[in-house]
């Protein structure tokens, strides 16, 4: 069994500050770890993901996400965000060999001028 | 353009009423799926397809139906709605069942059951 929890359903942050999304996984085996935005009415699109090697990942819009094991969590950060940056963010999972994929309930980033 | 389209985008209905939502990729992806999308649970998936003729049920597939005759078609069926079926629902496809495989979203159909 996979699950994903998003432990924030809304952060606030004003223009150009920095921003952590936390998402926190559990798993019995190898899994791989996904970021999704959905800006206002519109589909999914990725943001990043971890596959393997590196911890730190880059994604685009200048976000990161870094794996952490021992802590079974895949945090997203940005230095600074931009107005543009309001939308909802999704965590998603994928356990080795496991054909479902499981989301977390979301987090909405409100950027603040 | 590489993407995923459905149809339709709303739809309002009524209890009961058998409906279909039409998903279709045209970048030749073997693995297509579905969501349904509720404020306070994310999304979570209603059914799977690995390839043509192959399905299988995700999470939450009560209710629901799909069929996988063609390589890019992917259709979400309710055979008899009912309210508690209102809800956002999204298509997404990717190139194969792999674990490590991006997912491609379409736009989203907006489902209201009355």
């Known amino acids: 069994a996979q699950s994903v929890t998003q432990l924030d359903s809304q952060v606030p942050v004003f223009e150009e500050a920095p921003v952590e999304l936390r998402c926190n996984y559990s798993?019995?085996?190898?899994?791989?770890l996904f970021w999704y935005v959905q800006y206002p009415n519109q589909g999914l699109q990725l943001l990043l993901k971890?596959?393997?090697?590196?911890?730190l990942v880059k994604g685009i819009n200048g976000f990161e996400a870094e794996f952490n094991k021992s802590q079974t969590s895949f945090h997203l950060r940005k230095p600074s965000v931009h107005i543009s940056d309001t939308a909802e963010y999704f965590c998603a999972v994928r356990s080795g060999g496991y054909q479902k994929v499981t989301f977390g309930i979301g987090t909405k980033l409100q950027v603040i001028p | 353009e590489a993407q995923v389209t459905q149809n339709p985008r709303y739809l309002i209905t009524v209890t009961g009423k058998k409906l279909t939502v039409t998903c279709s990729q045209n970048?030749?992806?073997?693995?297509m799926s579905w969501y349904r999308q509720d404020p306070g649970l994310g999304l979570r998936q209603i059914y799977y397809?690995?390839?043509?003729?192959?399905?299988d049920k995700g999470d939450v597939p009560e209710g629901y139906k799909v069929s996988r005759k063609e390589k890019r078609n992917f259709p979400l069926i309710l055979e008899s709605p009912s309210p508690n079926q209102t809800s956002l629902y999204f298509c997404?496809?990717?190139?194969?069942?792999?674990?490590?495989?991006?997912?491609?979203f379409g736009p989203g159909t907006r489902l209201t059951v009355l």
């Open positions: 397809s690995m390839n043509v003729e192959v399905t």
């Open positions: 971890y596959l393997s090697g590196s911890t």
């Open positions: 798993s019995s085996v190898s899994v791989y």
């Open positions: 970048m030749n992806h073997e693995y």
């Open positions: 997404a496809s990717s190139l194969k069942g792999a674990s490590t495989d991006t997912q491609y």
